[in-house]
């Protein structure tokens, strides 16, 4: 076995900073290259949560940083103290602590299926502000005392305020108190799906076996439930069982439990028996002592200007505000400049994403009003207007109920856009929808078409 050259680690790391900053944490510093052995370079890092952020998000990179600076075909391995002990095995899958990988051919593992918990997001790195103070205050009680301090803890908010980050700082807590704790971290779509696959497998027992045990029960984005999916009937039990037997269930969701349409109401109400706390947007204060402490954590030197900079120009949430500080982490890179509020501007003068919430392939409102006022040719102006007659209703409420259906705004941010509309109105919209839907045929069709032309599939 050779010990790794002690210069490796800084080429390495060097190299990822350049290359790939977006997945650097200023703990790269702290990975010890163990050794190379059978053209695997094993590398280790002392928490389990590091290990595990390294092992799902950053294997290709490291693989390629490695290649690029010895000049080698080498893979590598993350590795925890307990392993380094260990020679390399051959050909294994290595997993590690709760989060095991998936073995082969034995069909869906319930375990595997848990979210990964960022090291960045735990209690130490959210900022406390007026929009979010009570959800905080609340997380910490409910991770301090998982079943007694506030069972369901609903968190609701727009996209990008930090409720998934305050759901994995829950977990982590507890975890870092009881090691052992049984914690169910899932999104709701992966619940929605391994559901339908534990059905389809005949595998109902494992399902509710791995949900009903659980200690500790963490939902993200509760809001995808559907009462037109048999999930929500199974979530309602598992909901119960846990509940009943004091386990800490926690939730999260963008809209309150009674505004979420296609809840039902012995769900609304049992959400609504614990804690729901809401995260408001953060005021400016806040925004720049955000973008001050996403700039340490990410190892990036920024003049105070900056930040004031960036905070006075976007104010809707927190993901917008990273996204602005690494397009200009990027700029400075490509001019190879420190960053200064003139290279700040220029870096966000062009900012596509100002305005935005559009994410990867999800189509844009724009497009889906196109489409909408295409199909049912009415005036942009009306869709947009308080006009109440049928003939623009119609197309309204569809605007809406796409908007919802395949985008991240939030019921607040699609109302805004529909003519000032409030919350209740996109709520009773996606409703509406819903039930026509569901009664007349010609309108599913129609409404199928322009699904189908807004994800870009087809002409109408
Ligand atoms: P949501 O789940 O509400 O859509 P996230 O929890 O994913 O939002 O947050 C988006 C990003 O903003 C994450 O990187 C998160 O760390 C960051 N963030 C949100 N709120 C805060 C806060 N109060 N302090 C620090 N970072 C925050
Ligand atoms: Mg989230």
Redesign the pocket.
Same mark, same amino acid.
């Given at each position: 076995m050779s010990r790794p050259d002690p210069e490796l680690r800084k080429d390495l790391i060097a190299y990822l900073r350049l290359n790939h900053p977006e997945m650097c944490r200023a703990w790269f510093d702290d990975i010890e290259p163990v050794d190379f052995e059978g053209g695997v370079l094993r590398l280790c890092v002392r928490e389990p949560v590091q290990l595990r952020y390294l092992q799902r998000a950053c294997m290709d990179p490291f693989k390629e940083a490695a290649q690029a600076v010895t000049g080698m075909l080498i893979s590598v391995r993350f590795v925890s103290p307990e392993e380094c002990e260990q020679p390399e095995p051959s050909e294994l899958t290595m997993g590690h602590g709760r989060q095991k990988a998936v073995p082969r051919n034995e069909g869906i593992d319930l375990a595997a299926e848990q979210m990964v918990l960022?090291p &960045?997001?735990v209690f130490d790195?959210? *900022? #406390?502000?007026p929009g979010?103070r009570l959800a $905080?205050m609340a997380a910490s009680a409910v991770a301090e005392k998982p079943g007694r301090a506030y069972n369901p803890y609903f968190i609701h908010?727009? #996209?990008? $305020?930090?409720?998934?980050? $305050? $759901?994995?700082a829950i977990c982590q807590l507890i975890l870092a108190d009881q090691p052992d704790a049984n914690i169910c971290y899932i999104s709701c779509s992966t619940f929605m799906d391994l559901f339908h696959e534990c059905v389809k497998a005949g595998r109902m027992q494992d399902f509710r076996h791995h949900f009903r045990t659980a200690d500790v029960l963490v939902i &993200?984005?509760i809001h995808f439930l559907s009462k037109h999916d048999r999930s929500q009937e199974e979530f309602f039990h598992t909901f119960n069982t846990l509940y009943q037997s004091g386990r800490q269930i926690v939730l999260?969701s963008?809209a309150a439990p009674a505004e979420i349409p296609d809840l039902e109401e012995r769900l609304t109400s049992r959400f609504n028996c614990g804690l729901v706390a809401r %995260?408001e947007r953060?005021c400016y204060e806040?925004r720049v002592? %955000?973008l001050k402490?996403?700039a340490l954590l990410h190892d990036l030197e920024l003049p105070d200007d900056v930040p004031a900079y960036i905070a006075a120009r976007l104010d809707t949430? *927190?993901?917008e505000?990273?996204g602005a500080l690494s397009r200009i982490r990027g700029f400075a890179l490509a001019e190879n400049e420190p960053i200064t509020l003139e290279l700040a501007k220029k870096a966000l003068a062009d900012d596509p994403s100002r305005g935005g919430g559009v994410e990867g392939a999800a189509p844009s409102i724009q497009t889906i009003i196109e489409s909408v006022t295409r199909y049912y040719d009415v005036k942009l102006t009306d869709l947009l207007s308080k006009r109440r007659h049928k003939s623009i209703t119609v197309p309204r409420q569809i605007c809406m109920w796409l908007a919802r259906r395949h985008t991240?705004f939030s019921l607040e941010e699609i109302g805004g856009y529909f003519g000032g509309r409030d919350h209740t109105t996109v709520m009773h919209a996606i409703r509406a929808v819903n039930r026509r839907r569901d009664e007349d045929s010609s309108f599913s069709d129609a409404l199928d078409r322009l699904e189908t032309n807004v994800l870009g599939r087809v002409e109408i």
């Open positions: 960022s &960045d997001y790195n959210f *900022i #406390v502000g979010n $905080l908010g727009g #996209v990008g $305020l930090g409720k998934t980050h $305050l $759901l994995q &993200d984005d999260s963008d %995260i953060p806040t002592a %955000i402490a996403k949430n *927190i993901r505000l990273e991240r």
